[in-house]
């Protein structure tokens, strides 16, 4: 009797998760040694590091997006559309919720799959921590779908604003950001950058210098808290150039619909409102895994070892930022794009070895430096590891050619070259005619 294929399936499409499942594919699937299957709620993939561009219209998804299902043709693996709701360890299945469309209709119903080996990389969300009003009164940009609600949004205050007859500098949109890190410094720097443009697209009544007001609140003493001193000084630099409000040491307390409250009593006016601060896994992996749960931490993520193994169950790995992976320094993995794609080309390697019962060597990040763009204007970063003893700071073009480059890079892991070569033409050739923002 001929063996069954070892049934490997990856809860999550995001950078990580998708990476992984394309190279496994490439690796085991397309020499029929194991059945990969994908799962996840959305039907494309977008790169998360763009979400702020998608929010202030600089970045369409049509050239970007990537179907999960053509990936899954062209790479030997397969797609299932659904949301986790349960693992059954015993039974070794996993439980998806149905997935409906915009009317509500039924598009696949409640399944289950069995698996050999499960990965799961659902990666994280926004934490608001509890911030009465937060929840109803900002957009979390956490999701492809939250950014364009943000840009849809944005250009309707626009035209809303076009039509209403004011004095110029009267401050017609406020568009208030907390958070400090990179997605709300980067999302700062775009908005200004789409602001410059909107003169060019029939919004002549607004001028953005004037109109357009962007707050950026950070609750800690500094920009990018996250990240070596020397960058969050240099961004906090480049936002203030451009006019934009920076508040440090500023907590927020309480959002209503028109204004945001502080814990010094500053109140900030604002028309739209993006929370951006704090990340944390999904609160339903605290319940995976039936009457035994998984191990989680306070944050939700998934307790792993050294090989990303969950600390109960041997047969079930997770990745990214929906886990918890401590190193040998006593150092925790922190949530980052580049820890997410290490650790998934960690286990393109290790995985088909450790289902084998070989041993393998436990993971270990290795901080590559830390990039933060600045839309049109600039960009900021260090680099680390081999390029560097230490750290090596960079601004400016060199490192807005860096920031591209880690793009390529992710579109290499999921393309290869021909395939990315042919999308960088074309996003050359869609910037002679395209306009330079979404406008709908």
């Not at 925790?332 to 393109?348: E, F, G």
């Not at 990039?371 to 081999?386: H, K, T």
């Not at 070259?417 to 960088?424: E, N, V």
């Amino acid at each position: 009797m001929k063996n069954r294929m070892q049934r490997i399936v990856i809860v999550g499409g995001g950078a990580g998760g998708l990476a992984l499942a394309t190279q496994l594919g490439k690796r085991l699937g397309k020499k029929k040694l194991a059945e990969i299957t994908l799962v996840d709620a959305a039907r494309t993939h977008v790169w998360k590091p763009l979400l702020h561009q998608l929010a202030a219209g600089s970045f369409d998804t049509h050239a970007e997006e990537i179907e999960y299902l053509a990936q899954a043709r062209w790479n030997h693996f397969k797609f299932r559309l659904g949301s986790l709701t349960g693992v059954d360890r015993a039974r070794k299945t996993v439980q998806l919720a149905a997935s409906h469309d915009d009317s509500g209709r039924e598009i696949t119903p409640a399944q289950s799959l069995s698996y050999d080996t499960l990965v799961i990389a659902v990666g994280s969300q926004t934490n608001d921590f509890g911030t009465p009003g937060a929840a109803e009164h900002t957009i979390k940009l956490d999701s492809p779908q939250a950014a364009k609600r943000f840009n849809e949004r944005l250009v309707n205050a626009c035209i809303r604003a076009q039509t209403v007859p004011r004095a110029e500098g009267s401050g017609l949109l406020t568009v208030t950001i907390v958070g400090g890190g990179a997605t709300g410094v980067e999302l700062a720097a775009e908005l200004h950058a789409a602001a410059r443009i909107l003169g060019n697209y029939g919004f002549e009544n607004i001028n953005p210098e004037k109109d357009l007001k962007i707050v950026l609140v950070e609750a800690g003493p500094r920009l990018l808290a996250q990240l070596p001193e020397r960058l969050g000084h240099a961004a906090e630099r480049e936002l203030r150039k451009l006019a934009i409000d920076v508040y440090t040491n500023e907590k927020v307390v309480e959002v209503t619909e028109n204004s945001l409250k502080m814990a010094s009593g500053k109140v900030i006016q604002s028309t739209l409102a993006v929370w951006a601060a704090g990340v944390k896994a999904a609160d339903f992996l605290r319940s995976l895994g039936g009457t035994e749960p998984l191990e989680v931490n306070k944050l939700n993520q998934l307790m792993v070892n050294g090989n990303l193994q969950t600390s109960r169950d041997a047969s079930i790995y997770a990745f990214g930022d929906c886990a918890a992976c401590q190193q040998p320094d006593g150092s925790w993995v922190p949530p980052r794009a580049q820890s997410a794609y290490q650790q998934a080309m960690y286990l393109t390697r290790a995985l088909p070895q450790l289902m084998a019962g070989k041993a393998v060597k436990p993971f270990v990040y290795t901080d590559q430096g830390s990039l933060v763009s600045l839309a049109e204007y600039s960009s900021v970063g260090s680099l680390m590891g081999s390029l560097s003893r230490g750290s090596f700071f960079i601004e400016g073009q060199i490192a807005k050619l860096m920031y591209w480059a880690l793009h390529k890079q992710h579109q290499l892991a999921l393309g290869g070259i021909r395939k990315t070569a042919l999308i960088t033409l074309s996003e050359m050739i869609d910037r002679t005619h395209r306009p330079r923002i979404k406008l709908h």
